[in-house]
């Protein structure tokens, strides 16, 4: 990990200008993100003083998202975004409007995560000549999986190059995201760079809950795209069924507006098939975590996924991949088991491990609730952020409550 404080960025200056006005501007691509994956940062913010100031696109027709701002004392802003897609004049709308809102605003420090709030927040933040810019990279997404290459892929990787090398720091989720962009020159070497451990998780939110009795039941949580695994998952859950018929499997998620979202038939014919049980999107995920035995997420790539720390927190046992952002989550054989990506063989393998012995997953989700507990609580990953963007120094990072 590399401190921002280490090594200064000359983006504008030979030195970093101080935080004096204590204006934030968070942007954001989901507004459901919001409360859930930063709700505990922006408490922490307006605990140190911070006018927090929150944009995202169709934010204020988000209830939930609102009543959390709106409670928090904190300012919404609509984005004109398109999450998807390359239009041109659309991301350049986005930009002029990032720009003004940023003028409008005069905030000290801005920050953004996922791919669009990173790239156009961030150059807007530098039009507007914000003394502090930070950005998150929470995942790489379709453009990263599999090597892929060609004029999207190009394009989006030109954008990252353009847009870090206007920041003064970039948080990454997991090393391999980090080296990764290194290796690909998209990082310039003036550009710190901090490993964090993911998005954390509230550990208090998410407590533990004894496991289910009877047969054991499984879980995944995920956007219902082809690189989450959700095909693995399927096919796994269909092998397995066969022999087990007792044995649960339990999809919670959506299809999304990607390139590589499943198709509404193959959803359907699962659930027709017996193999999948299809809860839809939940607001509310405990509540399908608590009856679930063991948690699933073979996904090819991640940046540090959030369902998965929150079934830890719960003690469940995890299988997932042995992929960027999945592996750090899991010690191999102590709080769960790591299978190599796409490799169905091996998930059933997994899997039939806790289900020819059913105290494997009590033992292992003691596991995990204590690595969460230790290294995942949203707390102590804030506390890191807040004292690498210069808000909070090492003195106070252990006065942070939950």
């Known amino acids: 990990m590399t401190s921002f404080s280490g090594r200064s960025s000359n983006v504008d200056s030979a030195s970093q200008p101080a935080v004096s006005e204590k204006v934030f501007l968070l942007v954001a691509s ?50 004109p975004m398109q999450r998807n897609g390359t239009n041109p004049w659309a991301d350049l709308r986005l930009t002029v409007s990032l720009y003004w809102l940023i003028r409008r605003i005069g905030p000290s420090v801005c920050t953004g995560y996922t791919i669009k709030p990173v790239i156009y927040g961030s150059v807007a933040a530098w039009l507007a000549r914000v003394p502090r810019r930070f950005v998150l990279v929470t995942g790489l997404g379709y453009a990263f999986t599999e090597n892929r290459a060609g004029f999207v892929t190009k394009l989006v990787r030109e954008m990252y190059r353009f847009a870090l090398a206007r920041v003064h720091g970039v948080f990454f989720q997991n090393p391999d995201d980090e080296t990764l962009f290194h290796q690909l020159g998209l990082l310039p ?54 022999a087990n018929p007792d044995v649960r499997f339990q999809l919670v998620g959506w299809i999304d507006s990607n390139p590589d979202a499943i198709a509404q038939s193959e959803l359907d014919a699962w659930v027709a098939d017996g193999a999948l049980e299809f809860l839809g999107k939940l607001d ?59 490799s169905v063989d091996a998930l059933v393998e997994a899997m039939l491990k806790f289900i020819e012995d059913p ?16 290294k995942y609580d949203v707390h102590k990953v804030n506390a890191v952020m807040l004292r690498e963007m210069g808000i909070t120094s090492a003195a106070t990072e252990g006065e942070a409550q939950p």
Do not use: W
């Open 189 to 242: 070497a003036n550009i710190s760079s901090v490993v964090v451990n993911g998005s954390g998780v509230n550990v208090v939110q998410f407590p533990v809950h004894p496991l289910p009795g009877g047969a054991p039941s499984f879980l995944m949580i995920a956007r219902l795209l082809g690189d989450k695994g959700v095909r693995e998952y399927a096919e796994a859950a269909c092998r397995i069924k066969r």
């Open 284 to 342: 509310d995920v405990r509540p399908a975590i608590a009856a679930s035995t063991v948690y699933v997420l073979p996904s090819y790539r991640e940046g540090t996924p959030r369902t998965v720390l929150e079934a830890m927190a719960m003690g469940r046992p995890i299988i997932t991949t042995d992929a960027p952002g999945c592996r750090e989550t899991v010690i191999d054989g102590d709080n769960g088991f790591l299978v190599p990506v796409q």
């Open 359 to 374: 105290a494997l997953a009590q033992r292992m989700g003691r596991r995990s609730r204590r690595i969460a507990e230790d």
């Open 30 to 79: 989901f507004a459901d993100s919001i409360p859930q994956f930063r709700g505990a940062l922006i408490r922490r913010l307006r605990e140190e003083g911070f006018n927090v100031h929150v944009a995202a696109p169709e934010l204020t027709a988000h209830e939930r998202a609102m009543a959390f701002l709106s409670d928090c004392g904190c300012s919404a802003h609509d984005l």
